[in-house]
């Protein structure tokens, strides 16, 4: 009966051992005699031990690769969900900027039917800044001064801080030997200069090509 208890003993134990042998360094192993027989080395301990260490390079090779596309792969998941969030922000954002200001629809419907427009003016201006979010915003007529040719512009209303409302700006004189104009509000009325390669697709669009 000793010996019976002892037995099982030494097999569940020698059953143990051959599992995790099997588990563990089986697949190296088979590899390594698989290849000794196949190459038939003069010194077969030395060809499986030298085996050995080139099986656990390569083995490291491939998890240090595996952990380099895991984490690439984490690297391209949070940048497509960065980008996903973005995009439903953006929307979120454009469609927040399409709903009318406060007094926009209202104060569209009077510019249409008034004639009396110079009063809507400061209602204009400060629909504009709320819109914008700009610190002051100013409106100006472009004109003539009275018997020249120097380009004015007459501030008819402002936001409040301002400061602009009653000036008057005066353009350069084409008189003058170096023309320059006062302020910088003159620049809102002269042409943008194209961006390289813009004009001929224009071209090509007027003349019903394609770009």
């Known amino acids: 009966p000793r010996r019976g208890r002892y037995g ?37 301990v030395e060809f499986i031990g030298n085996y050995l260490l ?8 491939k998890k240090e690769v595996a952990e380099k596309f895991a984490k690439a792969d984490a690297l391209a ?17 454009a ?5 009318p200001l406060p007094d926009q629809e209202e104060l569209g419907a009077e510019l249409g039917t008034t004639t009396e427009v110079i009063e809507l003016f400061p209602r204009v201006v400060e629909l504009i800044k709320a819109g914008t979010g700009a610190s002051s915003v100013y409106l100006g ?25 009653g000036k008057v700006l005066k353009g350069a004189s084409p008189d003058a030997e170096e023309p320059v104009d006062e302020g910088v509000s003159f620049g809102v009325f002269k042409a943008l200069e194209p961006v390289e390669g813009e004009e001929e697709e224009v071209a090509e669009e007027e003349e019903g090509g394609e770009p």
């Open 77 to 93: 998941k949070a940048a497509a969900e960065a980008k996903e969030i973005a995009a439903a922000e953006a929307k979120a954002a």
């Open 8 to 44: 099982a003993v030494a097999s569940t134990t020698t059953t143990m051992d051959s599992a995790y042998l099997k588990e563990n360094v089986g697949p190296a192993l088979t590899a390594a005699m698989t290849a000794m027989i196949v190459e038939q080395p003069k010194d077969s």
């Open 54 to 61: 080139a099986y656990v390079e390569r083995e490291e090779g």
């Open 95 to 99: 469609e927040e900027a399409a709903k």
């Open 141 to 165: 007529v472009k004109d003539a001064e009275a018997g020249t040719e120097v380009a004015t512009i007459s501030f008819v209303a402002g936001t409040e801080g301002s400061d602009m409302e």
